[in-house]
């Protein structure tokens, strides 16, 4: 998992609740590195892990919901750092049309070792579209948080649903948007 996905996470603890917070939660996850992570640099899912259940047991909030807070707070960083891969993207529909064909693919231009998931837009409408999201990590509730980020960043309100499929690190989100 890339760098700049910690040291988000960890300025999301600075920035919301207090630094010496953010440094208890690093010192009792017991990290490989001690917590010394560069933006660029990749570190194993586990260790990401491990930061969560830290601040599970420490704030009670299961770590679903500290996903899917930290997801929407992370968009707003990833479109301060890489405001041009949202350049001609007039809503959040258009964003999530072309993750996989546009902006994760600049991503990976970018950090050619990233972990991106894949989606597959399924139908899609002026204000409502289907979208099929699939990653061995099953970070639904980040992604959940990254469309409210989003969206919130367009001006958009949105519904979503999400349901699991059958198939193995599958989803399908219907997302509608108020006209
Ligand atoms: C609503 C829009 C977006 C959604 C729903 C979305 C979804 C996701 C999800 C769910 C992941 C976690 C990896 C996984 O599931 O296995 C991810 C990773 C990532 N995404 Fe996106 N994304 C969005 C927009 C963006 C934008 C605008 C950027 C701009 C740079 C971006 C850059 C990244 C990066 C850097 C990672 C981390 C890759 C890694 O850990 O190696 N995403 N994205």
Not at 36 to 39: L, M
Not at 87 to 90: A, L
């Given at each position: 998992m890339l760098g700049i996905v910690f040291t988000s996470l960890i300025e999301m603890l600075e920035d919301n609740v207090s630094p010496d917070f953010a440094d208890e939660v690093l010192e009792q996850a017991n990290l490989a590195n001690d917590g010394?992570?560069?933006?660029v640099g990749y570190y194993p899912f586990s260790e990401m892990q491990k930061l969560l259940l830290v601040l599970e047991q420490k704030t009670g909030t299961p770590v679903e919901q500290l996903l899917y807070d930290f997801g929407y707070y992370l968009f707003g960083k990833l479109a301060a750092k890489h405001g041009q891969v949202l350049?001609?993207?007039?809503n959040i529909l258009d964003v999530l049309n072309c993750l996989d064909n546009d902006i994760h693919v600049q991503v990976r231009k970018l950090y050619p070792d990233a972990d991106l998931p894949k989606f597959s837009v399924l139908s899609r409408t002026a204000t409502e579209m289907k979208l099929r999201y699939y990653s061995t990590r099953e970070l639904y509730t980040l992604a959940e948080g990254l469309m409210d980020g989003a969206a919130n960043h367009f001006g958009n309100k949105i519904q979503r649903q999400v349901v699991k499929l059958d198939e193995a690190h599958t989803y399908q989100f219907t997302i509608f948007m108020e006209a």
């Open positions: 010394a992570f560069t933006a350049s001609g993207k007039k």
